[in-house]
């Protein structure tokens, strides 16, 4: 059991990437922790009467309303709690703040239940909060669906007509990054999709309804909105809305990722390494990721190797380093060529591509442009894919400094969208 003594916390059975801490803290409330704990200690814990206020996360949010002493009307109809206030006699008091932040996320992200069809993956605490949340919100039809309930995934077929469809699973969560239970192309009349999931920003759901233009959001307005709700009854207050677009933005610029990619000796790393510097952030160079794994250079990967088995060992660096918070990510030239890697890449952050003149590309130490016809040829190949995988396109024509700061403009500007 993880203890931690704070007077107010989250509590879970494994929360070690939690963003609720950050979130208190940003909204100003320093005093508040993560509690990791088995299911035989939650009375212990909630009895401590250090603990003012706690949230309770998976899978607590149904086991701990027998050990509170008053839980509100509508947490006792949703079945499911995620709010836990101690009042001044000691007595427990319970109540559901996650259906405000869904029904938040809901409206944010401009997907209308009204007279919609409804279909929830996962029958846990949230997935209660989900359906309750759905009918308040006007829904026509809620079907709930998961691993071992009266419908399984092998059920799907009979929901093709479903017009939104929420993820309460755990599915796609880091670190099982770009799993998936649901394939957007079973679902035509698809409307809407919400996924509770809040790291990666982007799960292979969501990713799914960007391609396809569906309305989509992810578990972090959700998550910003029942912390705001959870303080304010913690401490007896009101925060405005606005604080929570501003925690959101914040926590957008804090967590997304910066990565360059573009030609050979297009200037990646350096550009790279200078965002890095001016940021603090941590920087990954792929090619160095691919050069420790694999134990030789590049070149010699080539060589020995050949092209096949430094893509694969690409593939598996560049997933690594797509799941990781916050970092300045600078690819290989090539990482374009295979379409697995955009994924990787575009689920917690923006894409730039790095532009040069071909005349001015290095080509020192690179196996696959020795020569200007080999560039030229590599160009042609590659510039619908770098476009392809791009956020943003930026021409290295100017200063290293002046190009860092272009990409950190757009970055700031364009990290929430």
Do not use: W
Request: aromatic share 6%; hydrophobic share 35%; glycine share 8%.
């Amino acid at each position: 059991m993880n203890m931690v003594k704070c007077t107010y916390g989250l509590l879970g059975e494994k929360l070690g990437h939690s963003f609720s801490p950050a979130i208190h803290k940003r909204l100003g409330l320093t005093d508040y922790g993560l509690i990791e704990t088995k299911k035989e200690n939650l009375e212990s814990i909630l009895r401590d009467c250090h603990y003012k206020g706690l949230n309770v996360t998976i899978p607590y949010k149904c086991d701990v309303m027998g050990l509170c002493d008053k839980i509100s009307d509508e947490a006792l109809q949703i079945g499911s709690v995620n709010t836990i206030v101690r009042t001044d006699d000691g007595r427990l008091c319970a109540y559901n703040t996650d259906i405000d932040g869904f029904i938040y996320a809901a409206q944010t992200a401009g997907i209308d239940f009204r007279d919609r069809s409804v279909l929830i993956c996962g029958s846990g605490g949230t997935s209660l909060t989900v359906q309750a949340a759905s009918v308040k919100l006007g829904a026509r039809r809620v079907n709930v669906v998961s691993r071992t309930g009266n419908t399984t995934y092998g059920d799907l077929g009979a929901y093709a007509d479903t017009d939104i469809i929420v993820n309460t699973t755990p599915v796609g969560m880091y670190p099982n990054n770009l799993n998936s239970i649901i394939n957007l192309d079973e679902f035509p009349n698809c409307k809407g999709v919400i996924d509770v999931i809040y790291n990666p920003r982007r799960t292979a759901l969501i990713m799914q309804a960007e391609k396809r233009g569906i309305p989509c959001i992810d578990g972090l307005p959700m998550l910003v909105y029942q912390a705001k709700r959870a303080e304010e009854l913690f401490l007896n207050t009101v925060i405005p809305d606005s604080e929570v677009e501003r925690v959101i933005r914040e926590l957008r610029k804090e967590t997304g990722n910066i990565i360059i990619i573009g030609m050979p000796g297009s200037g990646k790393s350096s550009v790279a390494e200078l965002i890095a510097q001016k940021t603090g952030r941590k920087l990954i160079s792929i090619d160095t990721e691919i050069a420790k794994t694999a134990g030789k250079t590049i070149p010699e990967i080539f060589e020995q190797d050949g092209e096949p088995a430094f893509r694969e060992i690409e593939r598996e660096e560049t997933a690594k380093a797509g799941k990781q918070l916050g970092v300045v990510i600078a690819t290989g030239g090539g990482v374009v060529k295979d379409i697995r890697n955009y994924a990787s890449l575009h689920q917690n952050g923006r894409i730039y591509y790095l532009r040069r003149e071909i005349s001015m590309l290095e080509t020192d130490g690179r196996p696959l442009s020795k020569n200007m016809e080999t560039l030229i040829q590599l160009q042609k190949e590659r510039e619908p894919l770098y476009c392809r995988f791009a956020d943003s396109d930026i021409r290295n024509d100017v200063t290293l400094e002046e190009i860092a700061a272009k990409i950190l403009e757009e970055y700031n500007e364009n990290i929430g969208d």
